[in-house]
């Protein structure tokens, strides 16, 4: 049995107005190349995922610019040829980088020969800046977490090390001149590196899904003075030294089979969601369940640092009012006792608070006890958090000055510090759920409350110049995609001591609706999503399917089965439901999507009672199926 999607017939839902920029930031450019026992992928300006006979090695090497601020300017490929000769082959391209008052060319070129692959960098400034790094950047699968690597220095020395499983708040290797290693199936790599030091870091810090290898370390001062005409030339090789070939299996054949998911049993609950407070007015249709509305108060220079706090926890309080909602009040202050004062006429609304200082975005230890006594003093009762107010990065790096006696800890998540592709948005997704877990055991034992998150930073944690330009839009953040991307994110978020999550912002080119209040798909999905707060998520066992994201929720009519498809094609899985599930009658519904939408639930009648069928998404979508329980 077939069902269709819902049509447009909820109060509140709208059809995304189609984008012409993000169709094509999801379908990138790709080219495959493969020279003799080497394969890879041209993807935009990046040499993506590195194989050797089919096993991964690495996740990719592209060269970088960073400005001041360490912002990207935007390269773009302008010239791309290939040439092949036997088991040989040669790819060169050139990349201009534009954008943040940089002008930057370079010439990339990738020689593939049955020993080795080599990548050689050459760039040029077009003008003067200033840059805080330039040069290649070697990305590690997050699989080589707990590798052993031998890591060679500039002077000869060697180190024997390791890739660090919990995420290591500072660099693990350093003075690197090359890395060696050897995978699980008997090869053994050499890369090494000429043109400048190298040094990686844990760029799962910041919810990367890779280790970085990159040039200029960090003990160097920066930034620095870039003039008109001057080049950086530096180049990586990648060998394999040794092969044990009978080990070797191709990833084609361990991705072959039938694809196939099974629910199981209780794995979690729903976690508390929240919406972030919009700079400006909209107007948000009810969301019933949803826990707060989380509203960020930024100290501002000059004699009246807190003008316009009151209007924006007014504002926020209304919000919160709509939804049945509490307030998660996050604030920015150098004097935290002073500035609890500002807050007093709305503490009694709020679940939960945190201060953070303007310059180190912590909650300082310094000024912990103070903040404790004023806030008790004007009555706050709710949960009073410490953390950091940008990434985990440096919640990992300052734990140790970290309040301990904090009710909960906080840290935001976003994708997109270090790369702005849409592959590299998806890897971040698993990260997440190891950084929720690095948060919990920092904790030791306090539950920990997640976000915002949002697709693009929401300031700059890092610059060195103190700009502080208003948050960009993300382009993706209206389209379906948001929504399966967020249905991922919950989903990996979904776990013991994570108590609440906070999602984008409640209206605007960076919310969950526009300004009529018509919410956009991951808006759809995160109003279904609310009003099954607390409710038991069931563990699922998928067989080779990555990209789908399958969230079964136990509902007080039976099972609702969210699914989300991160890939650029149509996915098939066959679902065996648990048992007390009924596969027939359900209801498919595709957030933002039109009727004709490809979601579909094919009940398998044949199955001896059992409760199964394929279900069936179309690309870059979300969704839910409704299952009744058996009467």
């Excluded at 092949?84 to 790819?91: F, G, I, M």
């Excluded at 310094?366 to 440096?394: I, M, N, Q, Y």
């Excluded at 989300?564 to 957030?591: I, K, Q, W």
Aim: hydrophobic fraction near 40%; proline fraction near 7%; aromatic fraction near 6%.
């Amino acid at each position: 049995m077939t069902f269709q999607p819902f049509q447009y017939d909820e109060p509140g839902v709208s059809r995304p107005a189609p984008s012409h920029r993000a169709p094509s930031r999801l379908a990138p450019a790709r080219r495959a190349l493969s020279a003799g026992p080497w394969s890879a992928e041209l993807v935009g300006d990046e040499l993506a995922n590195i194989s050797y006979l089919g096993r991964p090695v690495l996740r990719a090497v592209k060269a970088v610019v960073r400005d001041q601020d360490w912002r990207t300017p935007q390269p773009t490929v302008r010239t791309l040829e290939v040439t092949q000769d036997n088991e040989r082959l040669q790819a060169g391209w050139t990349v201009r980088f534009a954008g943040h008052g940089v002008e930057y060319d370079g010439h990339l070129t990738a020689d593939f020969s049955p020993a080795a692959v080599e990548i050689a960098f050459e760039g040029t400034a077009l003008h003067a800046f200033r840059s805080n790094r330039i040069g290649l950047v070697v990305l590690h699968p997050p699989a080589d977490a707990g590798r052993h690597v031998t890591v060679s220095h500039p002077d000869g020395g060697r180190t024997p090390a390791q890739f660090p499983s919990d995420i290591s708040p500072h660099q693990p290797f350093m003075d690197v001149g090359a890395l060696e290693w050897a995978d699980d199936g008997g090869t053994t790599f050499r890369l090494s590196f000429t043109g400048d030091v190298f040094e990686t870091e844990d760029q799962r810090n910041w919810t990367d899904g890779s280790f970085k290898t990159y040039s200029t370390p960090l003990a160097r001062p920066f930034p620095v003075d870039v003039a008109a005409g001057d080049a950086v030339r530096q180049s990586v090789r990648l060998e394999a030294i040794t092969a044990d070939a009978g080990a070797l299996e191709s990833l084609e054949s361990q991705k072959a089979g039938r694809v196939a998911a099974s629910v199981g049993g209780v794995a979690g609950h729903v976690p508390k969601l929240a919406v972030v407070a919009a700079p400006h007015a909209g107007v948000l249709p009810p969301l019933t369940g949803l826990d707060a509305v989380l509203v960020e108060l930024i100290e501002e220079t000059g004699a009246t640092p807190w003008s316009g706090w009151a209007a924006r926890l007014q504002a926020a309080a209304d919000e919160a009012a709509v939804h049945g909602a509490g307030l998660d009040i996050r604030a920015v202050a150098a004097d935290p006792a002073a500035a609890a004062a500002e807050l007093a006429p709305y503490l009694s609304q709020a679940k939960r608070l945190a201060v953070f200082h303007p310059s180190s975005h912590l909650t300082e230890p310094d000024t912990w006890p103070e903040l404790k006594s004023a806030l008790h003093a004007a009555g706050f009762r709710g949960e009073l958090l410490a953390g950091v107010r940008s990434h985990f990065t440096e919640l990992n790096r300052n734990s140790g000055r970290t309040p301990s006696d904090s009710d909960a800890l906080t840290f935001s998540i976003t994708p997109q510090m270090h790369s702005t592709e849409t592959a590299h948005i998806i890897d971040s997704v698993p990260m997440q759920r190891l950084v929720a877990q690095n948060a919990l055991r920092l904790g030791c034992g306090r539950p920990v409350h997640v976000g915002p998150v949002t697709l693009l930073p929401r300031f700059n944690a890092v610059s060195t110049s103190g700009a502080a330009p208003e948050a960009e839009a993300d382009e993706l953040q209206a389209e379906p995609f948001a929504a399966a991307w967020t249905l991922a994110s919950i989903d990996a978020l979904t776990l013991d001591g994570v108590e609440s999550v906070a999602y984008f912002e409640a209206s605007g080119p960076r919310g969950i609706s526009d300004s009529g209040g018509r919410l956009n798909p991951a808006g759809e999905l995160l109003k279904e999503l609310a009003a099954l707060r607390g409710s038991d998520v069931l563990s699922v066992h998928n067989e080779g399917q990555s990209s789908l994201t399958l969230y079964p929720v136990v509902t007080s009519r039976g099972l609702a089965l969210f699914a989300g498809n991160l890939s650029a094609s149509a996915l098939g899985v066959e679902v065996r439901l648990p048992d007390g599930t009924a596969a027939v009658d359900g209801e498919c519904r595709v957030f933002g999507q039109d009727r004709g939408s490809a979601m579909a639930f094919t009940a398998d009648d044949d199955d001896g009672g059992t409760a199964a069928g394929r279900l069936t998404l179309g690309p870059w979508s979300a969704g839910v199926v409704r299952f009744p329980a058996v009467r």
